[in-house]
């Protein structure tokens, strides 16, 4: 009775009785979650440096992340298509992965049960490093798919959430790689793919002192073909209804990017809008003929209004949105004032500095965002009147937004009202 009662209970190694676990699939996933999340880290930091932030506070989610920063460099503005690039495969690969991450989770199942919880100091420290690996992977995935799906759940938090988690996950997952990877790497060399039908000819696979290999085996319900095959297309299935929502012409596909994906509408504005002008209480009065665009510098300032902004030098860039939640647009063809131009005006003729963006909008995250000197001396960064051949929609920005090369989208500030370069803060 007693027995029975001891192998019931998950701390068990009896109690999970799998064939499929043992070193060669965990191995197997484990070094290609080693890829993934590598790349998920590294863009997920460019990501961060992309929006600037030890520019000027208003950009800077994350102020007191200390040390934490100490990689932000400069970005820069070309190629133009490069935050684009680097977030589509952030979000992209890391929607990807969740079946790699919880098949990798189901392999290892039973050793997050094993008792006692600690043998040794060391032990003890392992399973703590497990423990803020396993949480953190869970919190990173968790809280990257809820913002993309839900954007209102994190008010203002989510970047602090992520990116401090991130460091988090990190720092334990590279712990678990420098432990794990030597004999990962020694099982997938010295088993190859040999193991794939191990458990079809009824071979116990040797524990290897992993405690994953199960002593009471039940009979397979499905192979480890069989099983990496549902991993492998559940990751595709993912893929193939997220990676869309960076393309024209398969958007459609992006049934799981609620704002890659969705109906833009049609002609020259209909292309992704992130915020709407009515979601974020942009009041139609606001945008008509009283609107004025405030310039200042050491100079003083001048006030434009939309009239004054197209009788001076309009040009031409083909630039895409890029979001942060990994739909982008392919590139429009955005026509207004060069940022360079307007710093002219405000007393910078010669190699302008940064420039804070303020907009209409009255509340919210993104209504002001500051730019860095090598983005406003960039010819392509402009202050937008037209889109495509045709006045900016409200829903764009209309009476006038930026639009700068490379740049993350919450840097493309909408219905813009006022330019102070050189003063950020
Ligand atoms: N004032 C203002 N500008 C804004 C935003 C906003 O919320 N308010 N959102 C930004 C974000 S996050 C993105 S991705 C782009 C989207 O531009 P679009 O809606 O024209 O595609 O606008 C940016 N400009
Ligand atoms: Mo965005």
Redo the contacts with the bound molecule.
Sequence with gaps: MRYISRITTPDNPGFWRSPLRGPWLTSVLGVVLLAGITLLFVTGLLSYAAYNPDLSPFNDKTPDKGLLGFYLFDWPTSPHWLYRLSQGLHVTVGITLIPVLLAKLWSVVPKLFALPPARSVAHALERLSLLLLVGGALFEFLTGVLNIQLDYLFPGSFYRLHFYGAWVFFGAFVVHVVLKLPKALRVLRERGLRDLGREARGEREPDEDSGLVTPRPAAPTVSRRGALGMVGAGSLLLFVTTAGQDFDGVRGTALLAPHGGGDPGSGPNG??????AAG?GIQPADTGGEWRLTVSGPRGGLRLSRDDLLQLGLHSSALP?????G?S?SDQWWRGVRLRDLAALAGFEQDPPGVLVE???RS????K?ALRDNQVRDPRSLLALQVNGEDLSL???YPA??IVPAA?????????TTLTFGELR
């Design positions: 292309f992704q809008i992130n915020k709407t974020v949105i890029a979001c942060v939640e739909w647009t907009s209409l909008q919210g995250a993104f209504r965002a829903d764009h920005g937004r930026i993350p989208g919450v840097l493309n500030t909408k219905w813009v």
